[in-house]
T-cell receptor
Framework: SQTIHQWPATLVQPVGSPLSLECTVEGTSNPNLYWYRQAAGRGLQLLFYSVGIGQISSEVPQNLSASRPQDRQFILSSKKLLLSDSGFYLC????????????FGSGTQLSVL | DQQVKQNSPSLSVQEGRISILNCDYT??????FLWYKKYPAEGPTFLIS?????DKNEDGRFTVFLNKSAKHLSLHIVPSQPGDSAVYFCAARPGGSNYKLTFGKGTLLTVNP
């Protein structure tokens, strides 16, 4: 069966510090991978999605970047965090034939202070 | 521009009664709609979906209704149980294979014993 791992579960970082969140998927090949963010009082906003290794699409201009160094690994990064980067970050995956159904990781609560 | 709208931030119902969660959308290109359920500090989990070629889909206590002319869908939970208390997100995607979902802001459902 397929599983998705996302870590860490919580993270407190000072403004201006770097960020690296990692997500890995097991049990499937060539998944579409996504990073979403839920900011306080807001819905789930799509940040990045990837249909293959090295292929990243950015949905909104922001202080973050994403990379996909391996088929089932997706990384969210920042060189210098801003206060506005605080939020609940979710990695998700989907495959063709699933009719758009996304499977989410457990999320990372990021607090930038 | 919010393409998927959940205008009720919260809903409270008594155990055993019906819960009705509403969702409106503006993008006529959306052809597949999903509901996700989210508990605090966890990733959303898929609940039920409906294709634009249907107007109703039922799965146990959960039924989703789609009114394309009104660009409106609703999720009915009957009977409601305390374990249903969670945030419910409506999501939609256009035709095609990239499976990018657009989410609403969510509705917090509280089912009181």
């Amino acid at each position: 069966s397929q599983t998705i791992h996302q870590w860490p579960a919580t993270l407190v970082q000072p403004v201006g510090s770097p960020l690296s969140l990692e997500c890995t998927v097991e049990g499937t090949s060539n998944p579409n991978l996504y990073w979403y963010r839920q900011a306080a009082g807001r819905g789930l906003q799509l940040l990045f999605y990837s249909v293959g290794i090295g292929q990243i699409s950015s949905e909104v201009p922001q202080n973050l970047s994403a990379s996909r160094p391996q088929d089932r690994q997706f990384i969210l990064s920042s060189k210098k965090l801003l206060l506005s980067d605080s939020g609940f970050y979710l990695c998700a995956w989907s495959v063709g034939g699933s009719s758009g159904k996304l499977f989410f990781g457990s999320g990372t609560q990021l607090s930038v202070l | 521009d919010q393409q998927v709208k959940q205008n009720s931030p919260s809903l409270s119902v008594q155990e055993g009664r019906i819960s009705i969660l509403n969702c409106d959308y503006t993008n006529s290109m959306f052809d597949y709609f999903l509901w996700y359920k989210k508990y605090p500090a966890e990733g959303p989990t898929f609940l039920i979906s409906i294709s634009s070629i249907k107007d109703k889909n039922e799965d146990g206590r959960f039924t989703v209704f789609l009114n394309k002319s009104a660009k409106h869908l609703s999720l009915h939970i009957v009977p409601s149980q305390p374990g249903d208390s969670a945030v419910y997100f409506c999501a939609a995607r256009p035709g095609g294979s990239n499976y990018k979902l657009t989410f609403g802001k969510g509705t917090l459902l509280t089912v009181n014993p």
